[in-house]
Structure formats: structure tokens, C-alpha cells
């Protein structure tokens, strides 16, 4: 239709949200339906956060505020920067938007022209390449391989850079794979940035309380200093205080960028909400002892469920760092045909397959890049994982 734009052509809309409110109409009409597509955690916000939300509406915390969070908000980001990733920022240097997903859109925005590219580790967060379309760049997809864990390595980032390579989009641990890099990892990804000066990175640390094990978290500014002035570290407190709906996210960096960042959201949507600012103070600024137990958490789901997704024929599942997704191969269900007569050529024939004939919702890998697979999230009951890998090795089992 020649009345919407050009460049909403180059996108699509999300498929992960596709695919939940598929999952949630099946649900209404009455089908005994278990969602792995949601990238939430199954619990509410924790008590004193809720509390400090309540507190802010009725002392009448309510009216719009400075455009990009309040000073003592960006305070208590300094401060997290400084506790968990020894990364020294003024609170100038900080920003607060609408998630973290506007937060990367506005950097996006902010910095893009025509023919920057911006190069992307597949699978990648289905938003990002979007995004990067949305704001007038050109997104670069660099594949990482099952048998290297899904991590890129320094040689693909080093021949994917040119001179129009304007950014490195970097996201650890992963979504949709739960991949985490370490410190080792990321510092052979980081010495190839220190000999491209004209490539700045931007990390989506999202996902960074939920690493288990001996995995241990880092970041690139902080494993190497010499990117500090061109990295932008985001962040946010959706997934580790278990938040989404409150819509707080934030990133530090360079002041000129965060300038700019903060001019394109002053144009688009002002301030996020108060409430939501107000008990994001109390989340960074409380008690931080429950994010332990959560990963802890998340981490006997993963087992459960890579140990379940091994057990059904033609399923291959790593065993990742961190996040609350798995992301198996299906390489071994291709060609073959589901006990209901679907042919599944394709990974999103076997997501659709699996939906109608089993009732178990899973993203299809294609959406995230990478193909044969799908994405699970396991942040559900132990109960409804148990339930759900079950029934997808019956699925499996039909194959022939
Ligand atoms: C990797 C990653 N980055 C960013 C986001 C967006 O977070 P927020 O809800 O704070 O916008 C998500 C949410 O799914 C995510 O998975």
C-alpha cells in the first residue's frame, strides 16, 4: 500500500510476539496450550519494588519528568555501574528510556545514516536487525556456529568489518541462545575493536544477573578500558527484577551520544513513566541478594530442559551460560514427516506443526537467523517444562 512508508517495508513485525499472541487466541478457544515463546520471568515484581511504584503514585510522583530520568534514578545507575561492572560513569553520561528496547532504538537513531552498517552475531534478538532498518542502517550478519556454542569468533568479526562498519551490536548472555561469552572470549572479540578505532560497540547487557554456574558475567568496557570511549553499555531492569511491564531500561556512554540519544527521545515519547522510574530506583538501590537465588533458579530449569530436549530423536541442545532460552537444532527432524502427515521442510514448519498437533508454543529459529532450530524460554513452572518437553518428544517420536 503506497500509502505507508519505504522504509516500514524493510521491516517485519515481531515474531516472538507473533507467536505468543498465536499461542494466547488457541488458549482463549479452549486448547490445553503451554507458552515457551514469552522472554519474561513467571514471577511478579518483587514486594519492596512494588511498594516504592505504590509509594510514588500517591506522593504524587505522577507529572511528567526530566526528559531522559530523574537525577537520583541516574544516580543509582552510576552506582550499579560501578558495584557489579567496576565502569566509572557521571550521571551525564547516563540515559533512561522505555526499556531497553528504546534505549537501543534511540542509539540507533541517533547515529545512523544511510550505508552505516552495523554488525549483528546471528541468532541475534529478533529486534535488532529491525531496528537498525528502521533507523536507516544496513545490519550485518555475522553467524555463529553450534559447534563454537553460538559464539562468534575473533576472525569473523575481524572480515566483517569495513569502513562503513559504524557499529558492533553485542549481547551476552544471549538471546535467543543463552550463550555467554567470558572474559577470554570477549577480549579476543575486544582486541579486534582496538584495531578498528573507527567501529564503536554497543552491548545489551540484559540478560546479566541471569549466568550460572562458573560463568561469569563481563563487559566490554570493562574488559577492555580502551573502548570505554566509544562503548555504550545497556542495560535494564525487565528480566532481572522480573519488571517487563514497568518499562525502564538504560545505558551510559559518551556524553555526546547520550545527547543525542536523549534529543531523539525528547522528540518521540518524553520521559518514561515516573512510577516505573521511581521503583526502578528501588530495584537498583535495594536489596540485591533474591538475584542469585532467581539464576539459580533458571539454572535447574535449563538443566531440566536440555536434559529433557537431548532425550528426543533428532533434537541436538547445547547446555548455555545464562538467560532463561535454549536453543536446540533440529537438523535431525528435517525432511521428515509429523504423525498428523505435515512435512516439515522447514523450522517453522516444525513450530507450526508442534502448536496444532501438541499444543506446545516454541519460536521457529528462522526468526532469529540461525536455522533449523527453535528458541524455548524456560521461564515457566518446573511442572509446565516437564509437561511441555514431554510432549515434544512424543512429537518427535512420531517423525518417520
Ligand atoms: C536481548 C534483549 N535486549 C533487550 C530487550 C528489551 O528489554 P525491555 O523489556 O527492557 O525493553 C529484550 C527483551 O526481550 C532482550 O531479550
Given amino acids: 500500500m503506497t500509502f505507508l512508508s519505504a522504509t516500514l517495508n524493510r521491516v517485519k513485525p515481531s515474531p516472538t510476539i507473533a507467536v505468543t499472541t498465536k499461542a494466547a487466541e488457541l488458549k482463549a478457544a479452549g486448547r490445553d496450550i503451554i507458552a515457551l515463546g514469552a522472554g519474561e520471568p513467571d514471577f511478579d515484581t518483587p514486594e519492596h519494588i512494588q511498594k516504592a511504584g505504590q509509594q510514588a503514585i500517591s506522593e504524587g510522583k505522577t507529572r511528567y519528568t526530566a526528559v531522559d530520568g530523574v537525577p537520583e534514578l541516574k544516580e543509582a545507575i552510576c552506582a550499579k555501574f560501578q558495584r557489579d561492572n567496576d565502569l566509572s560513569y557521571e550521571t551525564a553520561q547516563v540515559t533512561v528510556g522505555t526499556g531497553g528496547k528504546q534505549v537501543l532504538y534511540n542509539a540507533f537513531m541517533a547515529t545512523l545514516n544511510a550505508g552505516d552498517e552495523v554488525i549483528i552475531p546471528a541468532p541475534y534478538w529478533v529486534s535488532y536487525p529491525d531496528m537498525v532498518l528502521l533507523a536507516g542502517g544496513t545490519p550485518v550478519i555475522v553467524e555463529a556456529t553450534l559447534e563454537n556454542s553460538f559464539k562468534i569468533t575473533a576472525e569473523q568479526l575481524r572480515n566483517a568489518i569495513t569502513p562503513q562498519t559504524k557499529w558492533f551490536l553485542f549481547n551476552s548472555p544471549s538471546n535467543p541462545t543463552g550463550a555467554g561469552y567470558s572474559w577470554d572470549e570477549l577480549k ?56 517487563t511491564g514497568w518499562r525502564i531500561g538504560y545505558a551510559a556512554g559518551p556524553e555526546e551520544l547520550i545527547k543525542a540519544m536523549r534529543k531523539v527521545q525528547s522528540q518521540s515519547t518524553s520521559n518514561p513513566s515516573s512510577i516505573g522510574q521511581y521503583a526502578a530506583l528501588e530495584a537498583l538501590n535495594g536489596p540485591q541478594d533474591f538475584l542469585a537465588d532467581n539464576a539459580k533458579l533458571f539454572q535447574r530449569r535449563r538443566d531440566l530442559v536440555v536434559d529433557a530436549l537431548n532425550g528426543c530423536p533428532g533434537i541436538s541442545c547445547p547446555r548455555p551460560e545464562g538467560a532463561f532460552y535454549v536453543y536446540p537444532s533440529i537438523a535431525g527432524c528435517i525432511g521428515k514427516t509429523s504423525a498428523s502427515g505435515v512435512k516439515i521442510e522447514t523450522d517453522e514448519d516444525f513450530a507450526t506443526a508442534l502448536l496444532e498437533e501438541t499444543g506446545v508454543a516454541v519460536v521457529f529459529g528462522a526468526a532469529f537467523g540461525v536455522s533449523p532450530n527453535f528458541r524455548v524460554s524456560y521461564a515457566t513452572s518446573d511442572a509446565q517444562l516437564t509437561e511441555a518437553c514431554a510432549r515434544i518428544k512424543v512429537f518427535c517420536e512420531g517423525l518417520s
Avoid at 578505532?197 to 550460572?212: G, K, R
Avoid at 558475567?217 to 522480573?242: D, H, I, M, W
Fill in 188 to 243: 579476543a572479540l575486544t582486541d579486534i575493536l582496538v584495531e578498528n578505532p573507527h567501529v564503536w560497540i554497543i552491548t545489551d547487557d540484559m540478560y546479566e544477573h541471569l549466568a550460572f554456574g562458573n560463568f561469569k558475567f563481563c563487559t566490554p568496557a570493562q574488559v577492555e578500558p580502551r573502548l570505554y570511549e566509544r562503548s555504550l553499555t545497556v542495560n535494564g531492569v525487565s528480566k532481572a527484577y522480573a519488571m
